[in-house]
């Protein structure tokens, strides 16, 4: 993962809550095999509609999405997140995530912000007009025009994995014994292998 | 020790290591595959020189892009996808129960059939709608393929401590009215993010009625109002429903097994930080109108009236669901006409599902203006269905009786709704698009997927039977 640590880009406004994953990127696009190319069908079916807001010609180079609640809700598809980060955005603001998006953001360096409604409200006000943001993820903090400045909360562990871009899998694997230890005191309940085929 | 609930217990058990300033790592017992949230992550370990750690504790099954009439698959796309399980499984060891063995299905139906999601145990999969196990008291989630990847290559996840929450459903199930209605009506109360960070346990009276068919479906909804996961402590249903399947425990590791699935139970005087209590004696048959879960009613009610919401954005969600579903306020449930019916899903294709849903059909006639489909939840499903004569019942009454799969609760298979096409579904999410773009889905439960079959429209099932 590519480490993150601070952000300026025209921020994409996408003021509805609920946007689940089936919207981000439809079920047609997840039969490819591969982890990339899949900016071209951000939001397919939307995309089609002449009003749909990304589709305002200076949210072009957005690299920030500011989003209403509850958004990524629904299927586990990390295709979501990739397809997000594809098309070039970094950083999601919103009042909430779901849960699994969520994960999944962090887990692949698109930088999940969860900032209270208002401030959120605050921040698609500021940049009505195409202005751009900063996100800071090591300052904690989002500033964009004028003296505007918004704080965010982070997870101190998740934030030092996206700062540093960290493999958690390799992080995981240096608790190798720890791992094995565990399996030799607890029986494992079940054996794949021996089911009738 | 402080008093515990059943999710404390499963947490508590699963912690390989619980560090301060970094998530605790928690043991998988069990890893379900299938083809569509895989490819990525077994390209991961390849890239990284990395093994499937367990793959004693995994298994993999085809289930979301296969086709479910016979012949075979047209579609490039998806039939690389399943050649990738394929030889994804055969490189790494992962037991694989392929389209045309005999055991596949969808890959929450087949955990429970094969009795391998049992009580106490961590499950994970790289599917939201894993929740399913939790009816056998089970901890089991779904995760995205970066975490598909996590578990194969060290068999453990790093997580957050989730909150609990629990649900009582208070009060008897009136005839006519099933497990569906009662998760459709408790996620429009309490809202589809209602649930989000926290593990939810179900309970009271009208949940210790249902059978584990009717419990998998309250489950399975779990992330409909985004919870983590869902659960229900075993009890005597779960331990009658399990015993003698091929991964259960058996002779003394049996009575053993029952031992320790008796102690799992949530102390009576454990506590939650949300209690919520769901009250199903006078409930009706639910059909939800809109664009997610949460935008359900009565079927002997009508679609809401965007002016009567106060709150412009509420108001704006609930004029942009009615233009989509292409509905007018008010418009009474009954009187909202189909195009299609779907049984099936990994919410409602087991086998009492059908059996409900042929009590309804036998002896009549699908409307002539409704094509209707039933789509067994795994080729072990569809074998006892045929046993018992329900094949026969459907196609006689004129459904269309297919082969196991997803089929088209997510269209990624060749059962899709057509633009502007109406469909009352058994399936678990009504987002748009989902069954096919432009389509418009109406989740419902069995018996009422039925009746509309029948009748053309909405309708209780209960006046169905009457009317009979």
């Known amino acids: 993962m590519k480490p993150f640590r601070r952000v300026t880009a025209r921020a994409a406004v996408l003021d509805r809550a609920d946007v689940d994953t089936d919207q981000i990127i439809p079920k047609q696009f997840l039969k490819r095999i591969e982890r990339t190319g899949y900016g071209e069908f951000l939001f397919f079916d939307w995309m089609k509609r002449p009003d749909f807001e990304l589709r305002r010609p200076e949210y072009a180079d957005a690299g920030i999405l500011l989003a209403g609640r509850n958004f990524g809700s629904g299927s586990s598809r990390e295709h979501a997140a990739w397809a997000l980060q594809d098309y070039g955005f970094e950083v999601i603001i919103a009042p909430s995530f779901g849960d699994i998006f969520h994960t999944n953001c962090l887990k692949i360096g698109l930088v999940p912000v969860v900032l209270p409604a208002e401030a959120v409200e605050t921040l698609m006000h500021a940049v009505s007009g195409g202005e751009s943001l900063t996100v800071d993820l090591e300052a904690q903090q989002v500033s964009g025009p004028g003296d505007l400045v918004v704080p965010f909360e982070f997870e101190p562990f998740a934030r030092e994995s996206l700062l540093q871009g960290l493999d958690d899998i390799a992080l995981t694997l240096k608790r190798e014994e720890t791992i094995t230890a565990y399996e030799r005191s607890h029986a494992a309940p079940v054996d794949t292998t021996a089911l009738p085929v | ?65 296969v086709p479910t009439e016979d012949g075979p698959i047209t579609d490039p796309l998806a039939r690389r996808q399943l050649d990738a399980l394929r030889e994804n499984c055969g490189e790494f060891g992962v037991p694989l129960y392929a389209t045309g063995s005999g055991r596949e299905g969808i890959v929450h139906v087949i955990g429970p059939e094969l ?18 196990h939790g009816a056998f008291g089970a901890l089991a989630f779904g995760i995205g393929t970066s975490e598909v990847e996590h578990v194969l290559a060290t068999q453990t996840l790093p997580q957050r401590r989730p909150k609990r929450m629990r649900v009582t459903f208070e009060g008897e199930l009136p005839p006519g009215v099933a497990a569906k209605d009662m998760i459709l009506a408790a996620i429009g109360q309490a809202g589809i993010s209602g649930g989000v960070g926290y593990v939810v346990e179900y309970d009271g009276p009208a949940i210790r009625t249902l059978s584990m068919e009717s419990r998998m479906t309250v489950c399975n909804m779990s992330i409909e109002w985004g919870a983590r996961a869902g659960m229900i402590a075993p009890d005597d249903t779960t331990f009658a429903y399990m015993e003698g399947r091929p991964g259960a425990p058996a002779g003394a590791d049996w009575e053993r097994a029952l031992d320790h699935w008796r102690s799992l139970a949530t102390d009576p005087d454990a506590t939650f930080e949300r209690d919520l209590s769901v009250d199903v004696s006078s409930l009706a048959p639910q059909v939800t109108w809109g664009t997610n879960p949460e935008m359900v009613v009565p079927v002997h009610g009508e679609v809401p009236d965007p002016a009567d919401y106060d709150d412009p954005a509420e108001r704006d969600a609930v004029e942009r669901a009615l233009t989509y579903m292409g509905l007018a306020p008010r418009t009474k449930i009954e009187d909202i006409s189909i195009d299609r019916v779907f049984i099936g899903s990994c919410t409602n294709a087991r086998i009492e599902d059908l059996r409900t849903a042929a009590a309804v059909v036998a002896g009549k006639h699908v409307h002539p203006s409704v094509r209707a489909l039933v789509v067994p939840g795994s080729a072990g499903v569809k074998r006892q269905a045929e046993e018992e004569g329900l094949d026969k019942i459907f196609t006689t009454a004129g459904f269309e009786w297919r082969r196991a799969g997803c089929s088209m609760c997510l269209g990624m298979n060749p059962d899709i709704l057509q633009p502007g096409e109406r469909c009352a579904s058994t399936s678990n999410r009504n987002f748009e698009g989902r069954q096919g773009a432009g389509g418009r889905t109406h989740l419902v439960s ?8 029948l009748a053309g429209h909405f309708v209780d099932p209960q006046a169905v039977g009457k009317a009979a």
Do not use: K
């Open chain 2, 115 to 132: 009795g391998i999601s049992q009580p106490g145990m961590t499950i994970v999969c790289g599917d939201s709608h894993t929740s399913t």
């Open chain 2, 446 to 453: 069995p018996a009422l997927a039925a009746a509309a079959a």
């Open chain 2, 1 to 65: 020790m402080p008093p515990q609930t059943l999710f404390d217990r499963i947490w508590t058990s699963h912690l390989v290591v619980e560090p301060d300033d970094e998530p605790a790592l928690l043991y998988v017992d069990l890893h379900l595959i299938h083809e569509v949230t895989s490819p990525q992550a077994f390209e991961g370990l390849r890239l990284a020189g990395r093994r499937v750690r367990r793959p004693d504790l995994s298994v993999a099954t085809m289930d979301h892009n």
